[in-house]
């Protein structure tokens, strides 16, 4: 089939990957802009805009889809499906309506559960126990599109969003290979969306990435987890009687009481209900490390107050 493929992040690659080695004709990708990076504020190419140009592949990178010219270009394309995984952009309807068969979008939820920017993340906040990945027909809504293919897995205890990332990255892949497989044979059948059970998983703001160890154990657990590795979860602790920011990248949910925040041996704090021991974490301006080694550093002892 004549595909257009659709992302940004180093999410899509192996959608893409797949598709190409599948025998599909990508004729076109479409990602967001270069934008300025680093010191020294030098315009970086998007990982798809990388991955398309390594293919051989025409990337576009329209600021917006909502204007005449954009769509004429991409009607011009003649696609049998465009596939669309983390691009970006809104699509409006005429983008929606030029491939012969419509636009198929990769998303990371269970829908009609954590429709929206961040599903993996809100999903382990949430502690679900459960997520997924899902092949569906896009519309003008947003995520409410018909389901093609499903898959569940499962969110371990301690699993934090950028290791969900990567499991369901690949399996998303593979689900979109079989999707395209079976639309190409006329076998793929599309299920609307109930409306029960829907859930908005909203951007990740910065205003809510600070830890709140009045909230019980769990909460902070999961969302610890759910923000690790980025945006990051982050306290603050006096090191030579200044504040210094600390990332927690892993945590476990440990035993103890204290007044909630305080230090317990071990880099074990102290919440509302029970207690949360950190793994992993990273200072500011420093590398991450483990417990112990950043205990040694610091000279953080119990009775501190975070």
Same mark, same amino acid.
């Given at each position: 089939?004549?595909?257009?493929?659709?992302?940004?992040?180093?999410?899509?690659?192996?959608?893409? &990957?797949?598709?190409? /080695?599948?025998?599909?004709?990508?004729?076109?990708?479409?990602?967001?802009?270069?934008?300025?990076?680093?010191?020294?504020?030098? @315009?970086? +190419?998007?990982?798809?805009?990388? %991955?398309? @140009?390594?293919?051989?592949?025409?990337?576009?990178?329209?600021?917006?889809? !909502?204007?005449?010219? @954009?769509? #004429?270009?991409?009607?011009?394309?003649?696609?049998?499906? %465009?596939?669309?995984? =983390?691009?970006?952009?809104? $699509?409006?309807?005429?983008?929606?309506?030029? *491939?012969?068969?419509?636009?198929?979008? $990769?998303?990371?939820?269970?829908?009609?559960?954590?429709?929206?920017?961040?599903?993996?993340?809100?999903?382990?906040?949430?502690?679900?126990?459960?997520?997924?990945?899902?092949?569906?027909?896009?519309?003008?809504? $947003?995520?409410?599109?018909?389901?093609?293919?499903?898959?569940?897995? *499962?969110?371990?205890?301690?699993?934090?969003?950028?290791?969900?990332?990567?499991?369901?990255?690949? &399996?998303?892949?593979?689900?979109?290979?079989?999707?395209? =497989?079976?639309?190409?044979?006329? /076998?793929? &059948?599309?299920?609307?969306? *109930?409306?029960?059970?829907? $859930?908005?998983? +909203?951007?990740?703001?910065?205003?809510? &990435?600070? #830890?709140?160890?009045?909230?019980?154990?769990?909460?902070?657990?999961?969302?610890?987890?759910?923000?690790?590795?980025?945006?990051?979860?982050?306290?603050?602790?006096?090191?030579?009687?200044? *504040?210094?920011?600390? !990332?927690?990248?892993?945590?476990?949910?440990?035993?103890?009481? %204290?007044?909630?925040?305080?230090?317990?041996?071990?880099?074990?704090?102290?919440?509302?209900?029970?207690?949360?021991?950190?793994?992993?974490?990273?200072?500011?301006? +420093?590398?991450?490390?483990?417990? %112990?080694?950043?205990?040694?550093?610091?000279?953080?002892?119990?009775?501190?107050?975070?």
């Amino acid at each position: 089939m004549r595909v257009i493929f659709m992302g940004t992040p180093d999410f899509s690659i192996p959608t893409l &990957t797949e598709i190409v /080695s599948s025998g599909h004709e990508v004729v076109a990708v479409y990602t967001r802009a270069p934008k300025p990076a680093g010191r020294g504020q030098v @315009e970086r +190419k998007s990982p798809i805009h990388e %991955a398309a @140009e390594n293919f051989g592949i025409p990337v576009f990178t329209p600021r917006s889809l !909502k204007g005449e010219a @954009e769509q #004429i270009v991409f009607a011009r394309h003649a696609a049998d499906v %465009a596939v669309v995984v =983390a691009y970006g952009l809104l $699509l409006p309807k005429p983008i929606l309506e030029a *491939p012969r068969l419509g636009c198929l979008n $990769l998303h990371g939820s269970l829908l009609p559960r954590w429709r929206g920017a961040a599903p993996m993340q809100r999903a382990i906040m949430a502690g679900d126990a459960r997520t997924g990945v899902m092949v569906m027909q896009m519309d003008e809504g $947003l995520d409410t599109g018909a389901i093609g293919l499903g898959e569940e897995m *499962p969110i371990g205890p301690d699993m934090t969003a950028g290791e969900l990332h990567d499991v369901m990255m690949r &399996t998303g892949a593979d689900l979109m290979g079989r999707a395209l =497989a079976a639309l190409d044979r006329g /076998s793929l &059948t599309f299920t609307p969306q *109930p409306e029960t059970g829907a $859930l908005y998983a +909203k951007k990740l703001e910065k205003a809510e &990435t600070r #830890i709140d160890w009045s909230k019980p154990a769990a909460e902070v657990h999961n969302h610890i987890r759910g923000l690790s590795p980025f945006p990051g979860a982050w306290f603050e602790i006096a090191l030579a009687g200044k *504040p210094v920011r600390i !990332k927690a990248l892993r945590s476990a949910l440990a035993t103890g009481s %204290a007044a909630p925040g305080a230090l317990l041996p071990g880099l074990t704090i102290a919440c509302a209900t029970g207690a949360v021991r950190l793994i992993t974490v990273q200072r500011e301006g +420093k590398s991450a490390m483990d417990a %112990a080694t950043f205990l040694r550093g610091a000279g953080v002892l119990p009775d501190k107050v975070l």
